[in-house]
């Protein structure tokens, strides 16, 4: 549906969405910061591509466990003070780190723990920060919205890692009390958010809480975008094989651990950029499927090449890749979703996507330890590529879907989807 102003334009005048915005840019990087110090020293301290593979393990059972409950308190309680009080388990996370690297006290046991913890975070979190976006900004600014928060996540990514490597020395100090510094400041800013909802007073029942995975089953469009992207990244990804990489096969360092990471960021963010300028309006399924297809052949390049250069170039397009998939997924899921759902809906994507990163995490670790890293990661290119074809026909909804549903059936409810 056309309107009178510019959109992007508009977009930068919804003041609480900009402020949640730079909110997530500092959490998210200082996450970052603190996955990157802690897998350094993990590999440092065990030499192990199976305890690697465990720390995504240990972040994603929180998901497992919590995921439900958490989406019912995004749509029974004020969202803005879940993030707070998830972002302040990530600010006591680096701050153990902290201060357990400054008296050399960093363990294995220790470094599986914090994971732990920062799983637990992230999965009340996710949630509340994906539900609140769409009632910060009109609808018709929807698209553009979670494009922009999408490129908030990517600079997080790509300045984390980044400024990881930068200030890693040997401890880890450095980077863990920076961290701890940009939550309390991310924390300051969602705290000034508001909210249309007040204490919830509906009681937390397995009806109430399983009601975002019945909307996603029943939707089966939905339900196909949310588990392709399950399914190629639990295979396709290779985050908990990058320090090995860096140490073993490109031979750069923590410095270039850090680029490594920050690699795929760079790629998304231009992508995000563009796709908050130019948002998708057509064929939003068949762009879908061919992103994550275009994301296990980088995959690919990237498991084979033994050249740092080609490696970056690699994981940058691959980012690029995935975020198209990303935008295109969470606008399907936010603009389906009648707004008193989109906590608990919202948990269930939270739950594939933590599913697809950390349980895939665990999945590199486990076939990289029989496999050894570049079979693995192979391995999982190819996976990723023969999980598109396969979804190309088991949703062909999917596949043939054109738009999004707002502006397919402009004036239609929501609510009664």
Known sequence: MPHSDDDFSSLLRQREFLRLWCARVLAGAATQMTMVAAAWQMYNLTNSAWDLGLVGLLQFLPVLCFTLPAGHLADRHHRARLIAGAQFIQLLAAAVLLVASGRGLVSRELLFGVSLLLGAARTFQMPAQQALVPSLV????????????SSGNQV????????????????????????????????????????????????????????????VWRRQVLLGAVSLDLMAVLFGGATALLPIYAKDILHVGASGLGALRAAPAVGALVVALLLTRFPVRTRVGALLLWSVAAYGLCML?????????????????????????????????????????????????????????????????????????????????????????????????????????????????????
């Open 301 to 417: 390049v990237f498991g084979v090449s033994t050249s740092f250069a080609l490696s970056m170039v690699a994981l940058a397009l691959s980012g690029g890749a995935d975020m198209v998939s990303v935008v295109v997924r969470q606008t399907l899921v936010q603009s389906e979703t009648p707004p008193d759902m989109r906590g608990r809906v919202g948990a269930v994507n939270s739950m594939f996507i933590g599913a697809s990163n950390q349980l895939g995490e665990f999945e590199s670790g486990a076939t990289a330890a029989l496999l050894g890293p570049v079979g693995s990661v192979v391995l999982g290119g190819g996976a990723t590529l023969l999980i598109v074809a396969g979804w190309t026909r088991l949703f062909p909804g999917l596949a043939r879907r054109d738009r999004y549903l707002e502006d397919a059936l402009p004036g239609v409810s929501r609510s009664s989807t």
């Open 156 to 215: 997080a990514v790509i300045g984390g890692p980044a400024a990881a490597g930068l200030l890693f020395l040997q401890t880890g100090i450095t980077v863990y009390a920076a961290a701890v510094l940009m939550l309390a400041g991310a924390i300051a800013a969602v705290l000034r958010l508001s909210d249309d909802r007040g204490p919830g007073h509906a009681r937390p029942d397995w009806q109430e809480m399983l009601a975002g995975l019945r909307f």
């Open 138 to 149: 009109p609808p018709h600014l929807l698209a553009r919205a979670m494009a922009m928060s």
